[in-house]
């Protein structure tokens, strides 16, 4: 147990990684890695855009801490809001894929249907680390974003 406090530890101490830094994140393929060009604050959690251009949700980087931080719904301006909603409708109207995974899209996409997600259950949901919210009331984790 006092190896995991200590491993736990450390990661929260070297938390989050470096720009420039070579990491690991999981994908429908396997386990990947590329260059982490920068971090940036999503309408819910934080994503890590890559140098190749691919943007990972922070939940899928290996050795991302447990307790990672997400954003309650009030702490979006509705400047940020619209921005995202016309960088969607930018992106749609290009013809870009949405289903492209780890493409700026999907990323946006995601952000977005979390963000309305919890803006209408408040009350009801948790939000976790591992991944996307709780219902707490059907008790079943939404895999979707």
Not at 52 to 57: E, K, M, N, S, T
Not at 94 to 100: F, T, V, W, Y
Request: charged share 30%; net charge negative; glycine share 6%.
């Amino acid at each position: 147990m006092t190896k995991l406090t200590a491993e736990r530890a450390q990661t929260e101490a070297n938390w989050p990684p470096e720009e420039g830094a070579t990491i690991s994140f999981e994908s429908t393929a396997g386990l990947e890695t590329g260059i982490l060009h920068h971090i940036r604050w999503g309408l819910v959690w934080r994503d890590f855009i890559l140098e190749d251009g691919r943007v990972i949700p922070e939940r899928k980087i290996v050795g991302c801490p447990e307790d990672t931080i997400w954003r309650k719904p009030s702490e979006v301006t509705q400047d940020e809001r619209e921005r995202c909603e016309e960088r969607l409708v930018s992106m749609a109207g290009a013809g870009l894929d949405p289903r492209s995974r780890e493409q700026p899209f999907w990323a946006e996409l995601n952000q977005y249907l979390a963000y309305t997600y919890l803006r209408f259950k408040p009350a009801e949901v948790s939000m976790t680390a591992e991944g996307p919210p709780v219902d707490q009331n059907l008790n079943i984790r939404n895999r979707g974003a």
